[in-house]
């Protein structure tokens, strides 16, 4: 299956289960895998036979930026329900959501959810 990737899509949001987090917010890091045909687009080189990246990283975008989510789960859920919901061409879709600025007492680079959803979940 061919794939189109979106890797480190920065979006600032407020989710997490400590009040402030919600009021302050943070940046979150996106990387996204979407499964499609590419055949037609790479013999045509016609956007219309392919999922534009832009409009795929502007669906990421405002789901991450409609709801404030305790949990990054929900939100890396929600953010591959929307894409699947609006690119009906696209097979699955793999969500890694990254939170590099978690309020843990650690030394980390970032605490994620990585999630695959398929068509069939969207139903």
């Known amino acids: 299956m061919d794939k189109i990737i979106i890797k480190g899509l920065?979006?600032?949001?407020?989710?997490g289960v400590n009040p402030e987090e919600k009021v302050d917010g943070q940046y979150f890091i996106?990387?996204?895998?979407?499964?499609?045909?590419?055949?037609?687009?790479g013999q045509t080189d016609n956007l219309?036979?392919?999922?534009?990246?832009?409009?795929i990283l502007k669906t990421a975008v405002n789901v991450m930026n409609e709801d404030k989510y305790d949990l990054i789960e929900k939100a890396?859920?929600?953010?591959?329900?929307?894409?699947?919901?609006?690119?009906?061409?696209?097979?699955?879709?793999?969500i890694c959501l990254k939170k590099p600025q978690a309020p843990i007492k650690a030394?980390?680079?970032y605490v994620a959810v990585e999630i695959s959803r398929d068509r069939r979940d969207s139903k």
Do not use: G, M
Not at 10 to 15: I, Q
Not at 48 to 55: E, Q
Not at 81 to 88: A, C, G, P, Q, V
């Open 30 to 41: 996106l990387d996204i895998t979407a499964y499609t045909s590419l055949k037609n687009a």
């Open 76 to 94: 890396a859920n929600r953010v591959a329900e929307k894409i699947l919901l609006d690119f009906n061409t696209l097979d699955q879709v793999d």
């Open 48 to 55: 219309n036979d392919t999922v534009s990246y832009a409009k």
């Open 10 to 15: 920065k979006v600032f949001a407020y989710h």
């Open 107 to 109: 030394d980390f680079d």
